[in-house]
C-alpha cells in the first residue's frame, strides 16, 4: 500500500500570502495519478487538482499542483479568505490512499 | 447537476448489519466507477471500497475486506454498500463518490453530502 505523508499538519499564512503544502509518497505514485481536495467544516470534499497537476472543472487558476514519482505539491498563489480549509492529496494509481490532511489556517 | 443522495445510515450496535444506499442523477450512472469514502469524527478522509462499471471489479480496503460489499444497480442509478459485523471502529460519515473517469483508477470528481454511521451498544 502506497502511504502518503503530508508534512504539515497545520499551516498559518494570511491571506494574500502563497501557501504551499507537500505531500510525499512512500513508493512512486504511477503516471502521476495524484490529486489534491479541499474540505471546509460540514462539508463534503472538493476536487481540486488530479494527474498532479491539472486543474478540475471550475477550479481557479490560484490553484496549481506540480510533482512526480514520490514528491508533489499543492501551490496557492495568492491565498482568499475562502480558501482556508483542510487538504488532502490522494493518489489512485495503486489501490486507493489520503494523505492525513493539512489544515491551513488564517494567522 | 450532478447529484449523490445517500441514505441507510444510523445507529447500530456492534456486529450488526447496515445497507447504505445512494442514488445518483444528473449522470449517466452506468458509465462511471463509483466509491464510497468515510471520515470518522474529526479525523481525516479514507477509501472504503470502489466498484467498476458494469461490476466487473471491486476493491476494498484491508480494514472492511471480508465484512462490507460494495455494489451496484445501474438500471435504478444506485450505488450500495452492504455493512455487516460492524465495529466501533467503523463509526465514521460514509460518502458516496462518482469516479471521474469509467476506470476506478480515476480521482473524485463528485462526493454526495455523506451519511453518519454509528456503531455503539
Known amino acids: 500500500e502506497i502511504m502518503l505523508t503530508q508534512s504539515a499538519g497545520t499551516l498559518s499564512l494570511s491571506p494574500g500570502e502563497r501557501a504551499s503544502l507537500s505531500c510525499r509518497a512512500s513508493?512512486?505514485?504511477?503516471?502521476?495519478?495524484l490529486a489534491w481536495y479541499q474540505q471546509k467544516p460540514g462539508q463534503a470534499p472538493r476536487l481540486l487538482i488530479y494527474?498532479?497537476?491539472s486543474r478540475a472543472t471550475g477550479i481557479p487558476d490560484r490553484f496549481s499542483g506540480s510533482g512526480s514519482g514520490t514528491d508533489f505539491t499543492l501551490t496557492i498563489s495568492r491565498l482568499e479568505p475562502e480558501d482556508f480549509a483542510v487538504y488532502y492529496c490522494?493518489?489512485?494509481?495503486?489501490?486507493?490512499?489520503f494523505g492525513q490532511g493539512t489544515r491551513l489556517e488564517i494567522k | 447537476e450532478v447529484h449523490l443522495l445517500e441514505s441507510g445510515g444510523g445507529l447500530i450496535q456492534p456486529g450488526g448489519s447496515l445497507r447504505l444506499s445512494c442514488i445518483a442523477s444528473?449522470?449517466?450512472?452506468?458509465?462511471?466507477?463509483m466509491t464510497w469514502v468515510r471520515q470518522a469524527p474529526g479525523r481525516g478522509l479514507e477509501w472504503v471500497s470502489s466498484?467498476?462499471?458494469?461490476?466487473?471489479?471491486?476493491y476494498y480496503a484491508d480494514s472492511v475486506k471480508g465484512r462490507f460489499t460494495i455494489s451496484r444497480d445501474d438500471s435504478r442509478d444506485t450505488l450500495y454498500l452492504q455493512m455487516n459485523s460492524l465495529r466501533a471502529e467503523d463509526t465514521a460519515v460514509y460518502y458516496c463518490?462518482?469516479?471521474?473517469?469509467?476506470?476506478?483508477?480515476?480521482?473524485?470528481?463528485?462526493w454526495g453530502q455523506g451519511v453518519l454511521v454509528t456503531v455503539s451498544s
Open positions: 463518490a462518482k469516479n471521474r473517469l469509467v476506470v476506478v483508477t480515476a480521482p473524485i470528481d463528485y
Open positions: 444528473g449522470f449517466t450512472f452506468s458509465n462511471y466507477a
Open positions: 466498484i467498476s462499471t458494469n461490476a466487473d471489479s471491486t
Open positions: 513508493q512512486s505514485v504511477s503516471s502521476s495519478y
Open positions: 490522494q493518489q489512485y494509481g495503486s489501490s486507493i490512499t
Open positions: 494527474g498532479a497537476s
